[in-house]
């Protein structure tokens, strides 16, 4: 054992999940002297992933994380001077960078729609440009797997759903796309780490490895059922099915927790499992199924005889859009005399909207109806949830001069966002839960406040 | 700062990145013996990521660092306890566990195709069987990557190529991609993370918040050139393009390095600001495109006068195919006197083939044949590199007797996987290099040996 060298220590800082363009323009900031005025950048979608009907936020309690542990240090400042990347006063402000401006955003779990200002960081521009690309690998990523995620919930209905996706994604990406899946509705994961860092309950029993490592498929059961008892799940596709489920339940008695099948036509094999399981006497015993599942193969199931899913592949990936696809742009900014001006890029296909965003979700007999957007050059001007009694404020304070609201951190944070996530999706229109690409279940009214 | 309190050193081990049903199978197998029978298992593809013509081994140097962290301490041993993950027993072989077999596979940057025995772990069922899920996690992960970015690389020819899809990938899961893109023949990557880890070059001048910032944008132009030089890169397109690249070369000179251009019909728009450029004597000056490029954009840029490309989102999430689904399976193992079993999954739309590999790529006159892939119940039986003199042997001998060979590790190993990577694709017949669907380009052949 050796912690010293162990791998994610040698990343002590999360500074340089950075690209370098960050750095150059500080660089160049600092020595025209825009590095002090005072900057708002957004975090936005300019469309939803995947033409869905509804976005969803997720990673925000991970990126106040990664945002405490944002400094440079000896190792950073190296390496940005030896490949001189920066020039010395440069390294001589990032020796001392804290983050000391405001970051506001929507609460972890919350819907988004085309425009929402998702996260909002306002400091100097020296402070809050350097967080470009972490906020958006964070934000980006795990909103995509909470979308397929959500998706997936919404068709498993009450029915149990885990995540056993890890082998399918980064290892580290793994850890994170158990937390969004579960902040999505998802109720366990596979992934130990997702687990022991952010509380949530994990699962699993046996591969086919395990069957294969015995001379027989029945010796495999005996000894799973031995080591972990009669309420566990047997897999028992590694030969055949049939006798597979026969063997299982002569060698567990009826009284089986469960078994799970991990291949074939599942509508079919669900029913013929279940026949065969009832007709043995096991009506209590669980079919769990787990081969390549996605939202629209657990639709599809809704009415087979089906306890509980394992979704692996496409929940970590987002099936089909593993990138949210958010931007950060640069929304408004001091001039040199202090006044503040909205500002945005022109270019044609990626026009965006300038000025500091107040959102609001309007609500008709506790349904949702709009994305409500007030856009202001200045601060004075921007309304209030006290403006609009008929509409629930979107944004909350995540970061105040520097100082994160811890209640976003750790497995708290998590239970918080879940909790969040399943009350809100209340909210949404039917339509908003079909599967079928459209367009969003809600439309984004921006209104601009003098 | 506080590297104490820092992120990645919250997980000083990587033993977690794992899934349950391991550990659960460790438990039952200590229980009845059968974790002391010696195993093989295998890592390979059933077909290759998206249908495409070649697949391209990458991750295989930063799994073999998280192998030597991949030890369980005091932290991730109290959760497994607490969770009632495992029982004592297991609790005390986990404690000394250390991974003490051999790994043999495919070098990293090598090529494979369906059924490719990409890595081979042997050792006792109980110190293999937990390597799954993190063997997966990284080459799955990277693999996907590599191989996306293989094909932009062929694209491109010899045009400079970035990576700079950080923002649209996990943090850490962009390092690893930055580092995979490289090995598949990129340039460089905007990721200061993976400049540093992994030693591959880092580039990046200026984004748009840059020409927002400023008033105008010719005093942007003016900064830039004044901190970082007339050979910089200006963003031309934040308002109108024309005006622009107009407005650069007043600022710059006719000396200026290139203007970048993120937006618009770019075939079109590369050939105006060429011919822009060249009116105003600009004729030296570079043209990098970065707008939502894959390989097929790139592609169809072959004809335009582009000087250099910068591909985000679709080198990072594999271009529509973000994992290269590799799958881990137990092929043979011991039974209880000691002979060799060949094992293999019967599922109908999952089989696969039992039974050890030894791999080789056929060539005739330097032009790669088939994958030829030996196969044998046994360990005497395998042929080895004398027995094919016209072909290359694929496998390397990773870890001996649970050393690690130092060669792979680090920035090192990444030279000699992109440099590996970049001679073997010399292989390849022509039609592997285009871009359609398609079968694999080379045929797998199995050998039974007796």
């Known amino acids: 054992m050796n912690d010293a060298s162990s791998g994610p220590a040698r990343v002590p800082s999360t500074a340089l999940f950075t690209d370098r363009y960050e750095l150059t323009m500080l660089d160049a900031a600092l020595h025209d002297g825009s590095a002090r005025r005072r900057c708002v950048f957004e975090l936005f979608g300019r469309r939803l992933p995947g033409a869905r009907r509804f976005g969803v936020v997720a990673g925000t309690g991970r990126l106040l994380q990664q945002l405490q542990d944002f400094h440079f240090g000896e190792d950073e ?10 020039d010395a006063e440069t390294v001589r402000f990032l020796e001392d960078y804290r983050f000391t401006g405001t970051i506001t955003g929507y609460r972890e779990g919350e819907l988004y729609f085309p425009g929402s200002p998702v996260l ?17 690998s964070v934000l980006n990523h795990d909103s995509a797997v909470a979308n397929a995620a959500a998706r997936m919930s919404i068709a498993a209905g009450d029915r149990p759903l885990a995540e056993m996706g890890s082998r399918r994604a980064s290892e580290h990406g793994a850890v994170a796309a158990a937390r969004a899946a579960y902040i999505a509705g998802f109720g366990a994961t596979s992934n ?20 294969l490592l015995h001379d027989t498929e029945e010796e495999a059961f005996r000894a799973q059922i031995a080591a972990l008892g009669g309420d566990t799940t047997l897999l028992v596709d590694t030969y055949d099915i049939r006798t597979g489920v026969e063997r299982a339940i002569r060698v ?25 399981l009832d007709a043995l006497g096991a009506t209590t015993t669980r079919i769990t199924v787990t081969s390549d599942l996605d939202e629209f193969a657990i639709a599809a199931l809704a009415a087979s005889p089906v306890d509980a899913y394992g979704v692996g592949t496409s929940v970590v990936t987002g099936s089909g859009t593993p990138t949210a696809g958010m931007v950060f742009k640069l929304v408004a900014r001091q001039d040199a005399a202090g006044s503040w001006v909205s500002v945005a890029k022109a270019s044609t296909d990626k026009a965006s909207k300038g000025g500091r965003k107040a959102a609001f979700r309007t609500l008709e007999r506790g349904v949702a109806t709009s994305e409500l957007i007030a856009v202001a050059d200045g601060f004075e001007s921007m309304p209030t949830a006290a403006d609009h009694p008929q509409a629930r404020a979107l944004q909350v304070t995540l970061v105040d001069a520097g100082e994160t609201d811890a209640a976003h951190l750790g497995p708290a944070g998590v239970t918080a966002a879940r909790e969040h996530h399943l009350r809100v999706r209340e909210e949404l229109p039917v339509r908003a839960l079909a599967l079928s690409r459209s367009e969003p279940a809600l439309p984004t009214r921006f209104v601009d406040v003098a």
Chains 1, 2 share one sequence.
């Not at 509380?199 to 490895?209: K, W």
């Not at 009284?255 to 509508?267: H, K, N, Q, T």
């Open 77 to 86: 400042l190296r390496f940005l001077r030896d490949n001189k990347v920066v």
């Open 120 to 136: 909002t960081v306002e400091g100097s521009f020296a402070e809050a440009v350097v967080l470009e690309t972490i906020a958006l």
């Open 252 to 276: 567990a008695g009826t009284a089986l927790g469960g078994v799970r099948i991990d291949s074939g036509d599942l509508p079919t094999v669900a029913a013929e499992v279940r026949a065969q």
């Open 192 to 211: 130990l780490e997702a687990g022991r860092t952010w509380g949530i309950p994990t699962m699993g029993t046996a591969a086919h490895a395990w069957t």
